[in-house]
């Protein structure tokens, strides 16, 4: 079975752009959630997408967003990029988000010039 | 504020030598709880999980935690570590809210 996949690997920006990452889950998987991994912050949960529907959010600012589409497949967007959103972007995909295990993909690694 | 606290930030030992990190979360009620491990250039992957039972875990490479209720702890233990267990370590508790909240993370460094 494919694992979590997420595109594109490595992105650099500067800053005032946008961007948009991709995350495939597991075949099965409804649930996706979104992390970012940062040295001074680690790991911060985004957001997560069951169904098409958000079902919990962090506390990002609204530049962050994210959906999910039928197939599960789900899509974050940032805008108006800042220096400080340069980090690791991960994306966990699970049955149905509640209480079973989240298998995580190998991220994608913006950075913000 | 609810949050996952782990104790050391990074532990260096040798081969052969025993590991014990530390988890304590601060969130009431049922909770999930996870041990993921991230090994250098890799993705995180899981360690074990308690969801309920037991509350000794055991988990992939040897690795095994104890969920006391009382103390709100999941400590992650593994008797004897190999330079491949070298990583950063992740405790993770997902409180029924389709969030999973994570620790700081410890490095862990074997010296073989």
């Known amino acids: 079975k494919a694992g979590v996949t997420q595109t594109p690997r490595y992105l650099i920006k500067t800053r005032g752009q946008q961007v948009t990452l991709s995350c495939s889950p597991i075949?099965?998987?409804?649930?996706v959630s979104w992390y970012q991994q940062t040295p001074g912050q680690g790991l911060q949960f985004l957001f997560e997408?069951?169904?098409?529907?958000?079902?919990n959010k962090g506390n990002f600012p609204g530049r962050f967003s994210g959906r999910q589409f039928s197939n599960s497949r789900s899509e974050m967007n940032v805008s108006t990029l800042e220096l400080g959103d340069s980090a690791l972007y991960l994306c966990?995909?699970?049955?149905?988000?509640?209480?079973?295990?989240?298998?995580f993909g190998p991220g994608t690694r913006l950075t913000v010039l | 504020a609810q949050s996952v606290s782990q104790h050391n930030h990074h532990v260096i030992l040798s081969e052969a030598a025993s590991l014990e990190l530390g988890c304590n979360y601060s969130?009431?009620?049922?909770?999930?709880l996870f041990w993921y491990v991230q090994y250098p250039g890799q993705h995180l992957q899981l360690l074990l999980k308690?969801?309920?039972?037991?509350?000794l875990v055991k988990g992939i490479k040897g690795f095994e935690a104890e969920f006391i209720k009382s103390k709100f702890s999941f400590n992650l233990r593994k008797p004897s570590v190999q330079w491949s267990d070298t990583a950063e370590y992740f405790c993770?508790?997902?409180?029924?809210?389709?969030?999973?909240?994570f620790g700081a993370g410890t490095t862990v460094t074997v010296r073989a």
């Open positions: 966990a995909s699970s049955i149905d988000g509640s209480t079973d295990t989240q298998y």
């Open positions: 075949s099965g998987h409804r649930s």
């Open positions: 997408y069951f169904s098409e529907t958000q079902r």
């Open positions: 969130y009431g009620g049922t909770v999930n």
């Open positions: 308690y969801f309920s039972g037991d509350p």
């Open positions: 993770a508790v997902n409180p029924n809210d389709y969030k999973l909240s």
